[in-house]
């Protein structure tokens, strides 16, 4: 069984920053992708940013320069550094991780943490 436990979300001021974690826990042997999404009130599940295993990062446009994307493959961790946020950042930001098993990669999600950006 796989875990994955986010922190770091809370309520923020416009053009402030935030820095999320994400950490996996229990039967991991390696983590290929690992990524953050995000899902606003009345909207879908959307990529944010992900990152291989061996670093290579991709941002949807809209974060590209604003947010960051980080790993720590000894502590099985993932980041987001969040900066110049906006109200439209306003989410519930999700950790995914990319999982190899016998069957394929196997993708698991983390719980959730609230972002909140006021104007």
């Known amino acids: 069984q796989v875990h994955l436990v986010e922190s770091g979300g809370g309520l923020v001021q416009a053009g402030g920053s935030l820095r999320l974690s994400c950490i996996a826990s229990g039967n991991i042997f390696s983590i290929n992708d690992m990524g953050w999404y995000r899902q606003a009130p009345g909207k879908q599940r959307e990529l944010v940013a992900s990152?291989?295993?061996?670093?290579?990062?991709h941002y949807v446009d809209s974060m590209n320069g604003r947010f960051t994307i980080s790993r720590d493959n000894a502590r099985s961790s993932v980041y987001l550094h969040m900066n110049s946020l906006k109200p439209e950042d306003t989410a519930v930001y999700y950790c995914?991780?990319?999982?190899?098993?016998?069957?394929?990669?196997?993708?698991?999600w983390g719980q959730g943490t609230q972002v909140t950006v006021s104007s």
């Open positions: 990152i291989t295993f061996d670093g290579k990062t």
């Open positions: 995914n991780a990319q999982i190899p098993s016998d069957y394929g990669p196997l993708g698991y």
